[in-house]
């Protein structure tokens, strides 16, 4: 069983930077695909990032150019680092893997970006 540990959410002012962390119990090479989401009204996951075990990357439009996922794959962890930081970039944000044909989910952590 796929186990996703997050950390990294904070309280941080507009224009900051955080960094999000994903570790997971198997190696990254295993997973298909990384991601983070966030969630938005309706309990849906909105496409932060994503990561191909390859390395190829996806953002959302709303974070391109200041968001950017990475990995460390002797921690089997990736991460978030979330820079010029937006209050609409407030919420509970998720990573996910994919791995042996469906999708895992992290525990959630609580981004807020206020003055």
């Known amino acids: 069983q796929l186990q996703l540990v997050e950390s990294g959410g904070d309280l941080v002012q507009p224009g900051g930077s955080l960094r999000l962390s994903c570790t997971c119990n198997?190696?990254?090479?295993?997973?298909?695909?990384m991601g983070w989401h966030r969630q938005v009204p309706g309990n849906q996951h909105k496409l932060v990032a994503s990561?191909?075990?390859?390395?190829?990357?996806n953002y959302g439009d709303s974070v391109k150019g200041r968001f950017t996922v990475s990995r460390d794959n002797a921690k089997n962890t990736w991460y978030l680092e979330m820079g010029s930081l937006k209050p609409e970039d407030t919420g509970v944000y998720y990573c996910?893997?994919?791995?042996?044909?469906?999708?895992?989910w992290g525990q959630g952590t609580q981004v807020t970006v206020s003055s």
């Open positions: 996910s893997a994919f791995y042996i044909s469906r999708t895992y």
């Open positions: 198997v190696s990254l090479s295993s997973l298909v695909l």
């Open positions: 990561m191909t075990t390859s390395g190829g990357t």
